[in-house]
């Protein structure tokens, strides 16, 4: 029986852009976390919320909600996110 992996597995995600693009943040410090975003993001529209903290409290998530205008912009920010020393994880 065909399950929805074999059906997805060498498909491509095909989005219409612009859209909204939510990326989940994970650092250490939420203020670092916020810092961080400002630094790739700079003045750009965005809402950042909080998400989870982990059990021990060592890391902090946050949702990074914004307008990307196409393919390269959303993986731009992505990877200068996932780059930044602040940042542990970028989903």
């Not at 998530?61 to 390269?72: F, I, K, Q, Y």
Request: glycine share 2%; proline share 1%; charged share 35%.
């Amino acid at each position: 029986m065909e399950t929805l992996n074999d059906r997805l597995e060498g498909k491509q995600l095909e989005l219409e852009y612009p859209c909204n693009w939510c990326y989940k943040v994970i650092a250490s410090e939420k203020e670092a976390l916020q810092n961080a975003v400002k630094d790739v993001i700079n003045e750009r529209l965005h809402k950042l919320t909080d998400s989870n903290s982990s059990k021990t409290g060592k890391y902090v998530s946050m949702n990074l909600d914004l307008l990307v205008h196409n393919e390269d912009d959303r993986k731009f920010i992505y990877d200068a996110l996932k780059k930044h020393q602040d940042i542990k994880m970028v989903l």
